[in-house]
Each structure stands twice: as structure tokens, then as C-alpha cells.
């Protein structure tokens, strides 16, 4: 969890490194799938994900002799900004540009840490015993990671892709990126007396960057999911009830929300896309996750059950002028907007705006 504020850091260098390359990335060098509709086919024969499908046999007939790639150069414009490319096409200057960028958010994100974090007494690397580890903070500090390293696995493939990497090569080098990223935590932990390497975090690491491969992959079946995360500062800091005063809102578990939220319209079928009001395309459900009452220790507490509204920033369709405008939306969207939402514990249920 302590890799946040480097993630954060090098969010904001990626949307000011794209923002001066824009001439490579506006709607002039591809076709849009909104042109491709109107100048190809018709919309009542263009799925969702660009491919062809047929009920009429005899326009299955009529198109057979178009050429099989619908986009110029195997070139598809992604909803975050980015191009999936059927092949590689690598502007090494964005390449080894972003890696000085990555490289050196890295150096100063590990700075940070040392002296924050890293002041306490050292030892040699050990690791933690997994059940005690596991069952610390209610698995918050394991949603966490899968989190992070979900994160981190969109945003260098991001990365990658706005370089030139094909849209496969993006995806596997941007989740062993986020991998290897996350791990560097876990080495330095290891040398922590307080700490250890913990291989509950290494796994919540490997589902992260995993998850993101599957639905990059299984785009059908899994693309209408997304981890979202939502904090405010919990009671428990603001009495001092931890332990260990946080340094920062990472620290403060029990302010920690995470979320799965779900898309429904990304799972309707074409003909009910057709009939459906676009208004209501980015609204979809989410389902959280917090814990209580383990500031004071750790291994006690509860989990609280979240259900409410969600919005998908990607579906809405504004400040998509612009590829840049595209990406800082599609970043945004980790974060789980205030929306009605229903809370389930042991106590009983609540009701009303949550973030």
C-alpha cells in the first residue's frame, strides 16, 4: 500500500507527457467507431467490440469479400485514449522518455518512503507467518495490493501502448510492470524489523496484475468489471486510536473502501443497446468492502458490506475530444464516486451517500 504516492506522481507526469504528443493521437490519425458506423456499415450490423456479426445471410454474403480488418492498420482507438495495434509500431524517443519518467518517480517515491516509513529498526530479510499476515486488518491491507497492482498494470500498459507496443505486448509488459513494481515493496519490507515479506501480499499482487490480463483478454466476459477505491478519514484517526499515528491516508485502514463495481450495459445484447436510453449507459452497481474497530489491534475488527450506485466516467460521453481528455477520465474512473449506497453489518443496515 505505501506504493500509492508513486503511483500518483507518475499518473500526473504520464497526462503531461501525452499532452504534448496529442498531434499523434487526435481523431485524424484513426477512423473513430463512430465514423466506421456511418461510412461502413450500419450501426445494426457493428457490434460493440468491432466485429462483424450476421443474421441476414445474405449480408453475410454481401460483405464476405471486405477486407477483414476493419480498422486502417490494424489500428483500434481505446476508450482510455490509447490505440490497440494489431503489430508493434515503437516511437523509441516515447519509450525511453517515459522509462526516464517511470525510472525516476521510482527513485524519488523510494526517497519518500525511507523517510517515512522506513525509519524504524532493520534487520535481515525474513518473511511473515501467511495466517497471521492474512488475517491482519481484515484482508484490507490484501484489497489493497490487488488494487494497486491492478492499478499499476492499466497504467503502464497505458504507457506502453501510447510508445507503440501492440496491444497484446501492452498487456503482458504493463502487468509484469505492475508486478515487479508491487515486489519492490515486499523486498523492502523483508528488511523491516516490523514488517517482513509477506507473501499474502505477493499473492493479492499476482491476482491484481492477473485479473487485468484475463479482462484484457476476455474483454466480453469480463470488461464490464472494474476495482474502484474510495477513502474519507475514519473516526478511529481522527481519536488517535491507531497504534501508530498514519502518515497518510494509505495507513488508515479503517477509511479504506474498495469496490468491484459493474457495468450492465456492457453485457446487454446489440438489440437492447439499440432501445436503450445512452443517458443511462454508464450506470451500473457496486459492491464494497471496509473494516472497523482494527486501529487498536489489528488482528480483531470487522468487515462492513457495501451495495449502491456506480458511474462509469468512460461511458459518458464528454471531454472525449481530445485523447488526453480520454485518459484523465479513464484514470479518474479508479475512484468510486459519493452515490447512494446501502451498508450491511452485524449492526444492522444504513442508508445514503457513501464514498
Known amino acids: 500500500m505505501k506504493l500509492i504516492p508513486k503511483i500518483f506522481t507518475i499518473l500526473f507526469l504520464q497526462i503531461l507527457s501525452v499532452s504534448f504528443a496529442q498531434n499523434s493521437l487526435t481523431p485524424d490519425f484513426y477512423f473513430s467507431e463512430s465514423r466506421l458506423n456511418s461510412e461502413i456499415i450500419s450501426t445494426d450490423d457493428f457490434s460493440p467490440n468491432s466485429v462483424y456479426s450476421f443474421s441476414n445471410p445474405n449480408k453475410q454474403k454481401q460483405y464476405s469479400m471486405a477486407s477483414p480488418s476493419v480498422f486502417i492498420n490494424g489500428e483500434r482507438p481505446l476508450d482510455d485514449g490509447t490505440i490497440w495495434r494489431t503489430n508493434s509500431d515503437i516511437d523509441y524517443l516515447r519509450l525511453s522518455s517515459m522509462l526516464g519518467v517511470i525510472a525516476s518517480v521510482n527513485i524519488v517515491g523510494y526517497i519518500y518512503q525511507r523517510q517515512v516509513w522506513y525509519t524504524k529498526e532493520t534487520t535481515g530479510f525474513h518473511s511473515l507467518e501467511f ?3 492474512w488475517n ?3 484482508q ?6 490487488f488494487t494497486d497492482a491492478y492499478f499499476t498494470s492499466d497504467l503502464t500498459a497505458k504507457i506502453y501502448r501510447w510508445s507503440g507496443f501492440s496491444g497484446e505486448s ?15 515493496i515486499e523486498v523492502s519490507d523483508a528488511f523491516m524489523a516490523d514488517w517482513g515479506f509477506s507473501w499474502g501480499d505477493i499473492l493479492a499482487n499476482t491476482v491484481g496484475s492477473g485479473f487485468y490480463v484475463l479482462q484484457q483478454f476476455n474483454n466480453d466476459a469480463l470488461g464490464g468489471i472494474h476495482p474502484k477505491f474510495s477513502w474519507h ?7 488517535m486510536r491507531y497504534n501508530t499515528d498514519p502518515q497518510a491516508l494509505i495507513e488508515d485502514y479503517e477509511g479504506m473502501t474498495f469496490w468491484l463495481t459493474v457495468n450492465p450495459h456492457h453485457y446487454f445484447p446489440n438489440s437492447w443497446k439499440r432501445s436503450y436510453p445512452n443517458w443511462l449507459a454508464p450506470l451500473g452497481f457496486a459492491f464494497g468492502v471496509s473494516a472497523k474497530n482494527i486501529a487498536s489491534y489489528p488482528w ?6 457495501f451495495v449502491g450506485l456506480d458511474i462509469d466516467l ?9 485523447s488526453i481528455l480520454k485518459f484523465v477520465k479513464s484514470e479518474i474512473n479508479f475512484l468510486r464516486l459519493p452515490l447512494p449506497t446501502i451498508r450491511i453489518t452485524s ?3 444504513w442508508f445514503g451517500f457513501y464514498f
Not at 501492452?170 to 519492490?184: D, K, R
Not at 478519514?233 to 481519536?239: C, N
Open 170 to 184: 501492452s498487456v503482458w509488459f504493463g502487468a509484469l510492470s505492475g508486478w515487479i513494481w508491487m515486489l519492490e
Open 131 to 133: 495466517i497471521h499476515d
Open 347 to 349: 449492526e444492522g443496515t
Open 300 to 305: 480483531a475488527g470487522h468487515k462492513e458490506y
Open 314 to 322: 468512460r461511458k459518458i460521453p464528454i471531454l472525449d475530444e481530445l
Open 140 to 145: 484490507m491491507d490484501k484489497f489493497g495490493h
Open 136 to 138: 491482519k486488518y481484515q
Open 233 to 239: 478519514k475514519s473516526e478511529a484517526w481522527k481519536e
